[in-house]
């Protein structure tokens, strides 16, 4: 059996409407928010965690569609390590907001493990679970390496793992196949839907051809954006999960009272950034620190093209920003992150985003 007659092959369509987003106020699309669980200089994990679930009640209270928490390992200014745990918190703390991982690393771990967990979430809080799956290790190779003793070393069997998952939620395994007596606990009448993620074309190909929506990380890779897009549509298939495309964009973005203020806190996004591709991850900077570090040349052209593929200004400023990404890429929604040192900053700076659009939340608030 193929790997689209796998994906395919659930007993019955699922329903699109878990899938696709709600235009609330004035946006031209969903507005949904991918969080890191951001650790500032100066702040504890545990800090970082209570502003997450702060903010996803906010996101919920403003009228956000949907609020993602992604899996990344060893890096110190990310709080997010395990995408499952979080969530399940997450749903106690808030009553109507879509919760998902964007994304769940499927390399990283066992598909049963997955099936698992997302059944669990699903039981606790029907209907509100996305399932977001990447393929790449989230980590550096060493920390990969010690997450996946036992598994695969790689991404090439990505395929067959998602079909592997896919057969555990839908408790579909065909008759003879080893795990065909297997059960992944709780499994109930529904289950999450999947998301491919991806920063390249393999994983926009692949939801395409298997007819999955597909998000994709415009934030760190801006460059492939359209490419990706472009091949995810010539690749659709039309299936029991959707009967057109669908894909969202993650995108960084910052607002403030004025483009200064905001570009501000986004360099300390930048330099942080800056530190991760160097081999020397940290807690986000603060803003002071960020003015004052010592740029060479080629870091402060790393820092100018990151901030370049951000949306950086006043809430009007973001908000038109958006909308021209939004045109130019053609994606159904449009999902923000704010990875900026301070609570209050990126809480507010969400809240103003959501204050430009007329979200139903109503004014922002520090």
Known sequence: MTTEEQQNSGPEPQDTTAIRGVVRGTAPAPLSILDLATVGAGYTPAEALAATTRLARSAEEWGYHRFWVAEHHGMQGVASSNPAVLLAHLGAHTTT???????????????????????????????????????????????????????????????????????????DFPGGHPYARLTAVPQGDARPPIWLL????????LAGRLGLPFAFAHHFSSANTLPAL??????????AVLDEPYALIGVGAVAADDEAAARRLARSAALGMLRVRRGN???????????????????????SDWMGNMV?????????????????????????TSH???????????GLIAEAYGLTGGVATA
Request: charged share 20%.
């Open 198 to 205: 991806g920063s390249s074309g393999f994983s926009a190909q």
């Open 340 to 350: 900026i040192h301070g609570h209050e900053a990126r809480h507010r700076s969400y």
């Open 281 to 303: 991850p940290a807690p986000i900077p603060t803003p002071e620190e960020a003015e004052s570090y010592p740029y060479s040349p080629v870091e402060a052209d790393f820092v």
């Open 97 to 171: 907001l879509r919760l998902g991982s964007g994304g769940v690393m499927l390399p990283n771990h066992a598909p049963l493990t997955i099936a698992e967990q997302f059944g669990l979430l699903e039981a606790l809080h029907p209907g509100r679970i996305d399932l977001g799956l990447g393929r790449a290790p989230g980590t550096d190779p060493a920390t990969a390496r010690a997450l996946r003793r036992g598994l695969a070393e790689g991404a090439d069997d990505f395929p067959q793992q998602l079909a592997e998952l896919t057969h555990f939620l839908d408790g």
């Open 312 to 336: 950086i200004g006043s809430p009007g400023e973001v908000a038109d920003g958006l909308e021209a990404l939004r045109k130019r890429t053609g994606v159904d929604e449009l999902m923000v």
């Open 230 to 239: 472009d091949l995810y549509r010539s690749s659709f298939r039309p299936s």
